[in-house]
């Protein structure tokens, strides 16, 4: 099993343009998350998915888009990039949503915008 | 609003030394407690919680709940600087945040040889 892949592994955009996180899990996990991690504020969710088909909010989810149409994949879509969004983003899946169930990481993705 | 607050925020210790690192919590109905190990990459699952006075131990790590002051802690004897790492405290809450992790801004530890 590969587990959690993140591509790119690094990016830098200009403000304005618009590009697609992709996140990949072989687990067959249900439950699959995006987080931002900036310094000093830990992990915060941007968006989550539940199953196929059924995507959610989470707390900071202001200038991103997701979809669900396949168990596997889970891409973050920026729409206009903004300095504020310059982090470190990761993906996350689990057999279903909470913490009885044990999430597993991606390697991240570094994005700075200018 | 939930939340979860960890401290100290960073800790620089010696090799050898014992640390301690706390979180605390707020939220609405709490349901477990994670601590995640974080390196250079992405954070890395190290115990769930779910009943209070119940250590889980793993090698020289190990943490306990406390429901009823609403926290827990998490121990490392004998520290290595293969323990330098950012340390996540994560809370799952089943109402508010509808079953999702708040995680906890993080300890940064650095273990000096």
């Known amino acids: 099993n590969a587990g959690v892949t993140q591509t790119p592994k690094f990016q830098v955009l200009k403000t304005g343009q618009s590009m697609t996180l992709q996140c990949a899990q072989d687990m067959n996990h249900e439950y699959m998350s995006w987080y931002r991690q900036d310094p000093g504020m830990g992990l915060r969710l941007i968006h989550y998915s539940v199953g196929a088909g059924i995507t959610d909010q989470g707390e900071v989810p202001n200038g991103y888009n997701v979809s669900r149409s396949t168990t596997e994949d889970f891409p973050l879509r920026l729409l206009s990039a903004a300095p504020s969004q310059t982090s470190v983003y990761f993906c996350a899946s689990s057999y279903s949503r909470g913490g009885h169930n044990e999430q597993f990481f991606g390697p991240g993705t570094r994005l700075t915008v200018l | ?113």
């Not at chain 2, 477990?32 to 779910?50: D, G, H, I, R, V």
């Not at chain 2, 827990?72 to 508010?96: F, H, K, M, P, W």
Request: with cysteine; charged share 20%; net charge neutral.
């Open chain 2, 1 to 113: 609003e939930d939340k979860v607050v960890q401290s100290p925020l960073s800790l620089v210790v010696h090799e050898g030394d014992t640390v301690t690192l706390n979180c605390s919590y707020e939220v609405t109905n709490f349901r477990s407690l994670l601590w995640y190990k974080q390196e250079k990459k992405a954070p890395t699952f190290l115990f769930m919680l779910t009943s209070s006075g119940i250590e889980k131990k793993s090698g020289r790590l190990s943490s306990i709940l406390d429901k009823k002051e609403l926290s827990s802690i998490l121990n490392i004897t004998a520290t290595q600087t293969g323990d330098s790492a950012i340390y996540l405290c994560a809370v799952e809450d089943y109402g508010g945040s509808q079953g999702n992790l708040i995680f906890g801004k993080g300890t940064k530890l650095s273990v000096k040889p």
